[in-house]
């Protein structure tokens, strides 16, 4: 027994020695950091003082000026011998699914030396299996592509999450991104466990128009987005903590990272974007250069150009070999919907206008379980008139330029494909 409880003392001082003094945050077992494998790479090259790539794929709360700015900051000083360099890969609106397809072009051709992936929120409400493919090909093309490149994942939080976290349990999206993350050593850190615990503690309250109310601090506007100055201050503080932690932990010698085998195997093996100037178009479409176009301004930081037909049901056609397509396009105001057929077959017919298209943003679509055989790919233009005013809701019943909203095109802007193009 006396063994025992020495033993026990052993235990609770090398955990103090690894990772600090600062008690890791949990809600009923369930921890705000998971240090895995860490990031020794990325830190070693910190307290070196070398050139450092930090990148983040994430959806709007990422692209916010939030936990993204102040945890580029907080590096910063923390490293003053280094120099950071950010590349912000965020895209609101959007989930792993769609990172995984664009990480080559947004992320890897700029060879980052550590990422930060936030999606547990865009991927809220979909199924397991895409997300685990999805995420699992985010990390194996990473790892692929530089060995020594660290990965962290973070886990945002919503209104709808806290059914799930105020009784200690965790949503799919986070369950499923955690499966993955533990079978490669990736470290995570789960900004949501402090706002359930302040929330708890009737300390914070999760959305309301302003950032205080009766006095106490508002996490957000929407249960969603952080107001910067409150709920992305509090993300901060989790993240400051957590990668204080994590460098804790950090081993002065780092070892060669060793791929293991994958968790599955029907994982985004080969996702890739592709320019339409890759592909067999026809005349029928011209090309857009965002940055030109009053309207597409918005999006030219990771969205270079559009397409615009020049004939009522213009057409892309193309073959492929492998498991999935998609296309990245752009969802606005003039949109319309495009017809997806796929050997022949009708398999949709895709809305790109919803309730939020007041304004022009980049979004996707993806049709993925597809036999892994060579498939012909037709996606076509279909420009009969709906009503848009009854899908922007109450809160925009009155169109006030009804010119912006009378056009039903389709603004393609990339094809995904998981596979290979056959005919290019």
Known sequence: MQRTFINWIKLILIGILMYGFTPQIHVQNQPELVVRGGLPFFINKALKGDTLKVAYLGGSITEQPGWRVYSLDWLRKQFPQSTFIEINAAIGGTGSDFGVFRLEKHV???????????????????????????????????????????????????NDFLNFMMNGKMPQSILSMEKIASHYKIPSINFGIEVTRLLKQDKLIMMAGETEKDGKMVFS?????????????????????CFMQIMGKNQSKTTKYLLPSSV?????????????????????????????????????????????????????????????????????????????????????????????????????????????????????????????????????????????????????????????????
């Open 108 to 158: 890897l051709k700029f060879k980052p030396d550590l990422i930060f992936i936030e999606f547990a929120v865009n991927d809220d409400g979909k199924n397991q299996d895409i997300i685990e493919r999805s995420v699992e090909g985010i990390i194996r093309h990473c790892k692929s592509f530089n060995p020594e490149m660290d990965i962290c994942l973070i886990y945002t939080i919503k």
């Open 221 to 241: 506007p929407d249960g969603v987005h952080p107001f910067p100055d409150t709920g992305h201050r509090i993300y901060q503080q989790v993240f400051a903590r």
């Open 264 to 424: 599955r195997n029907d994982f985004f093996d080969n996702a890739l974007s592709l320019d339409f100037d890759e592909l067999p178009i026809q005349n029928e479409w011209q090309k857009i250069i965002t940055a030109e176009h009053p309207d597409f301004k918005q999006v030219n930081r990771l969205i270079k150009s559009t397409m615009l037909s020049t004939i009522p049901d213009a057409s892309v056609n193309f073959s492929f070999k492998g498991t999935a397509v998609g296309v990245c396009d752009l969802m606005g105001p003039g949109a319309g919907r495009v017809i997806v057929k796929i050997d022949g077959i009708s398999m949709d017919t895709v809305f790109r206008f919803d309730k939020y298209s007041t304004y022009w943003r980049a979004n996707y679509f993806l049709i993925h379980n597809l036999k892994d055989t060579v498939h012909f790919v037709s996606f076509v233009q279909y420009e009969e008139p709906f009503d848009k005013t009854a899908i922007l809701g109450p809160n925009q019943k009155i169109i006030i330029d009804e010119t912006r909203y009378s056009y039903y095109k389709w603004y393609p802007c990339e094809i995904l494909i998981n596979g290979k193009i056959c005919n290019k």
